[in-house]
């Protein structure tokens, strides 16, 4: 399996952005789907959210939620994954996961939107 390594997560104020970083392992990254998740805090057991995808090709979705703010895109040849968050609500304030097709997920960096 393919590992992954999230980077990026902070403290932001609402309006600001961020840009988070998922670095693959592996020698199949390229023919991946790649997506972002995010977990807000919350009760236990929260269903993790989609928030973004891309395909190998580079064809994207995004949650409603999330359209037009944030950003996915991929380097192959960094096999690197990123999410540019942009006009960041509180509401986006959560644990958000690298996911790789192959079943990976990485360990989550928190992102917190607040004043």
């Known amino acids: 399996q393919v590992q992954l390594v999230e980077s990026g997560g902070g403290l932001v104020q609402p309006g600001g952005s961020l840009r988070l970083s998922c670095a693959a392992s592996?020698?199949?990254?390229?023919?991946?789907?790649m997506a972002w998740y995010r977990q807000a805090p919350g009760a236990p057991g929260k269903q993790r959210e989609l928030?973004?995808?891309?395909?190998?090709?580079?064809?994207?979705n995004y949650s409603d939620s999330v359209k037009g703010r944030f950003t996915i895109s991929r380097d192959n040849a960094k096999k690197t994954v990123y999410l540019q968050m942009n006009s960041l609500k509180p509401e986006d304030t959560a644990v958000y996961y690298c996911?790789?097709?192959?079943?990976?997920w990485g360990q989550g960096t928190q992102v917190t939107v607040s004043s």
């Open positions: 996911y790789c097709q192959d079943g990976s």
């Open positions: 592996g020698s199949m990254f390229r023919i991946y789907v």
């Open positions: 928030v973004a995808a891309i395909t190998s090709s580079g064809t994207t």
